[in-house]
């Protein structure tokens, strides 16, 4: 099946010059947009331009609990800088207008804020189906709740079977400069309210569909892919870092879809899943893949039948690339995300580039006649998959109950043979053993909170033990948290909580990440029960309990240890208000007696648990450091979030004069080159590296630690794409000691030939590090086994004095690996001295 494929992906190839030169088509092997990691060391983070958004007028006001529930949206000023105007596409600031009129001039058409964007625009979900009473919408949540909650029942309800509205989400404009979407659900929607078919008004008595027109408002008017904070939205499902996934994870699980679209744009020829392997291993993909792969084919035959040339046929991963290309196994997408809450998801690129360098450089009458075809193209396979989801209605709702029924019972992977669908063979078949129960033990702390909340958060069920229990042969605390398995949502317990796999040897490449454990990178202690039955009272937690206080006994000084992110803010916060803190050589912070009250207000707030410092020296007082931080957007928003005052830089900044006066440390790794800084950068920089401190993460970290010759090490750099969650053995130093025993890689680096004076703080694993992830070796031959026992961090003090961290991992990585924050904190507290 491999070899069909690739086949098939040669052919398109070849025939790709054929196609007319509008089309600017798009082989296999080109379809990666920036946002897939490697991006993170070329462009400097900057912040955002938060005064641009001027105050909208008027205020939401919702009616209306049945449907409609139409809400009188607010409006916003034009703007006539927004990036969609050039493209003869409809502006944010004029959607709400739009949609406000469509309130009023139909019964079938409602409208919510589901939230705010970075920036603070409204969020829309719009719903679209025939009236309800009140009373017939709490029917219809009754059997929505019954299918998750009571499958069986769900599945034996006859009345269920034929009066349940069946769910479908649209989700558009998730990265801004993909606009189209947005423009071809408001032509669906229109199209659906005003019309006076019968059959369509019908349709609307048998389904309610649910657009969210623009999930990243911030860069649609900014024409940009990532939101206003820098983050990419699609990348960051299960980690929830931003309001616009946020958002659209609560409309996931309260619609509870059974397909969903994502529309995005631009490959040359449309593009729409399936994809290809490696599939996620916890997807029940039998009754993914039978709905999944007809449908895409409606599409593409609703796409045909534009009449375009460059929309005589559609790009179907799973059919026409080789493994590995466009894969659906990491569950940060959209689609990928929503098919553990029972959705069949599928992401649809349109296929004319509109955007970046064409939006500059084409002519307006080029763009906006690919913006035609584009929208048209969205609104085609909005028709086609709202046209599937109605002519398979009972088999679509039949097959959702199925899956939560298989996670209540505990039901086993699905087998699936060999032809299941056409072209699935072994390629394809990716499955897992499900654990018994997960148990995050009492007592460990912040993290453990924050992985609870973030479980609840994602409709995953945890119960807290209301008394003490033996599982598996340990014995845990009453208030222990535990997650049985035997839940309707066992699937996305399980990505987000398992170790993972290794498949590297399973593909060639990957189209993004392929690792990203929580219970390996976000700090907490969690247990695996493989077969035993939790036999435990417990209560369902809504909400993890807290965890933070002062133990330390009444008139003795106070420690924290730095263990997470948490703690780094704590001192942070006592610093920002004036009290003392001390820095030990382990790392430690101790703060006096005379702070308690303080301590007190930060450890409840923040989770943290202060213990009695023991006897000796309390280590020179620290200060809150000023960084000045050529970084990546998401290396911002972290160490912003963990309480440090942050100076945006680039070599551009340099250049134009900065003040380092008032800076403690330097970060760099993305974004400054030494070679690029002119003569006066370079003497205020090498003034600033005579007093203050250094870290530096990958390779962009690496060129310019040899560039300014701050510590004695090569830095060898593994394939670009490699990335994953990885084992590490940690030293005594600033750094290492106490830090986790796993990491996260995104383009590995490690060090060798360390010169006098350097610690490596953290080393890779031996033999083969990699536990999660994909890391084949590089054209250099640099791979796992070259990097196994090599440094991973190291430190050491420069010739003129400067504290230097080098960091080869990615501790911060797109805010995910919470469990490394606090080894950057510590970095960061040391290097300032």
Not at 34 to 47: F, L, M, S, W
Not at 448 to 469: C, E, H, I, Y
Not at 779 to 786: C, H, L, S, T, V
Request: charged fraction near 20%.
């Amino acid at each position: 099946m491999r070899l069909s494929r690739l086949l098939v992906a040669v052919v398109l190839v070849l025939t790709a010059s054929v196609t007319p030169a509008q089309a600017v088509p798009i082989g296999p092997g080109q379809h990666r947009d920036p946002g897939n990691g490697a991006e993170r060391n070329e462009v400097a983070a900057t912040d955002p331009p938060l005064s641009t958004l001027s105050a909208p007028t008027g205020e939401n006001r919702a009616h209306g609990q049945g449907y409609p529930r139409r809400t009188e949206l607010r409006v916003y000023p034009e703007n006539p800088a927004d990036k969609a105007i050039k493209l003869g596409l409809v502006p944010y600031h004029a959607i709400a207008p739009a949609l406000n009129s469509l309130q009023a001039r139909s019964n079938r058409v409602s409208v919510e804020v589901v939230g705010q964007s970075t920036l603070g625009r409204d969020l829309y979900l719009v719903t679209v189906t025939a009236p309800e009473s009140a009373a017939e919408t709490r029917r219809q949540d009754r059997w929505r709740a019954q299918i998750e909650d009571d499958p069986k029942a769900a599945a034996r309800d006859r009345q269920l079977a034929r009066d349940y509205k069946a769910p479908v989400w649209i989700n558009a404009n998730i990265h801004g400069d993909e606009w189209e979407g947005t423009d071809g659900a408001l032509r669906v929607i229109e199209r659906l309210a005003t019309t006076s078919d019968p059959e369509q008004k019908r349709l609307l008595e048998r389904t309610r569909i649910y657009f969210t027109v623009t999930n990243n408002p911030d860069g649609r008017v900014a024409g940009t892919r990532a939101n206003g904070a820098g983050f990419d939205v699609n990348r960051d499902h299960i980690t929830s870092t931003q309001p616009e996934s946020r958002a659209v994870r609560d409309v996931v699980i309260g619609t509870q879809p059974l397909v969903l679209l994502d529309e995005h744009g631009y490959t040359g020829t449309t593009l729409i899943e399936p994809a290809t392997p490696p599939h996620g291993q916890n997807y029940e993909y039998d009754l993914y893949i039978k709905h999944a792969y007809p449908n895409a084919l409606g599409m593409e035959k609703a796409i045909g039948e534009l009449g375009y040339p460059e929309t005589a046929r559609a790009d179907i991963p799973f059919r026409d690339f080789p493994p590995g290309e466009w894969d659906d196994w990491p569950p940060i997408f959209t689609p990928m995300y929503s098919m553990y809450h029972g959705a069949v998801g599928h992401t649809v690129e349109v296929p004319l580039r509109v955007n970046r360098t064409d939006y500059d450089t084409l002519p307006v009458e080029e763009l906006r006649r690919r913006s035609v075809v584009n929208t048209d193209v969205s609104a085609a396979t909005i028709k086609a998959a709202v046209e599937y989801v109605d002519e398979n209605r009972g088999s679509l709702i039949a097959d959702q109950i199925e899956l939560f029924r298989r996670g209540w019972e505990g039901a086993g992977s699905p087998s699936i043979s060999d032809g299941f669908v056409p072209g699935f063979g072994p390629e394809d078949r990716y499955s897992t053993k499900f654990p018994r129960a997960y148990v995050i033990p009492e007592g460990s702390g912040p993290a453990a909170a924050r992985l609870v909340d973030q479980l609840v958060a994602n409709d995953v069920r945890v119960g807290r033990a209301k008394t003490p229990f033996a599982l598996a042969g340990k014995r845990y605390p009453a208030g222990s948290y535990v997650v049985d398995m035997h839940q309707p949502k066992r699937g996305l317990a399980n990505v987000i909580l398992e170790d993972g796999k290794d498949i590297s040897a399973d593909v060639p490449q990957m189209y993004d990440i392929s690792g990203w454990s929580h219970r390996l990178l976000w700090g907490a202690s969690v247990d695996i029960v493989k077969s035993e039955t939790p036999r435990v009272w417990t209560t369902p937690v809504t909400a993890a309990a807290p965890t933070g206080g002062v133990d330390a006994v009444l008139g003795r000084d106070l420690a924290l240890a730095l263990t997470d992110g948490k703690d780094v803010l704590a001192v942070n916060t006592l610093l920002g208000q004036g009290l003392p803190v001390h820095r030990q050589a382990d790392g430690t912070v101790v703060v006096p007696a005379s702070a308690r009250g303080g301590a007190l207000t930060v450890a409840r707030e923040m989770g943290v648990r202060f213990t009695t410092a023991g006897p000796g020296p309390r280590g020179p007082l620290l200060h809150r450091p000023v960084i000045a931080a050529a970084v990546s957007a998401d290396e911002l928003s972290v160490l912003r979030e963990l309480g440090f005052e942050v100076r945006p830089v680039s070599t551009a900044v340099l250049n134009a004069g900065f003040d380092f006066s008032r800076v403690d440390t330097l970060f760099v790794s993305a974004g400054l080159s030494y070679g690029a800084l002119n003569a006066a950068a370079k003497q205020s920089l090498t003034a600033f590296l005579a007093r203050g401190g250094v870290v530096t993460r990958g390779a962009t970290g690496s060129a310019f630690n040899a560039a300014t010759g701050l510590l004695p090490v090569r830095a060898v750099a593994g394939r670009g794409d490699a990335n994953g969650v990885v084992t590490v053995t940690n030293g005594a130093g600033v750094v290492g000691a106490g830090s986790p025993g796993h990491s996260f890689v995104y383009s590995p680096q490690w060090f060798t030939d360390l010169g006098p004076g350097v610690v490596a703080e953290q080393r890779y694993g031996a033999g083969k590090p990699l536990v999660a992830g994909h890391w084949l070796p590089s054209d250099a031959g640099n791979g796992q086994a070259e990097a196994a026992g090599a440094a991973a961090v190291v430190s050491g003090t420069s010739g003129a004095g400067a504290r230097v961290v080098l960091f080869g991992t990615e501790p911060l990585f797109r805010g995910h690996p919470k469990g490394l924050f606090a080894q950057v904190g510590k970095a960061v507290f040391w290097a300032a001295g």
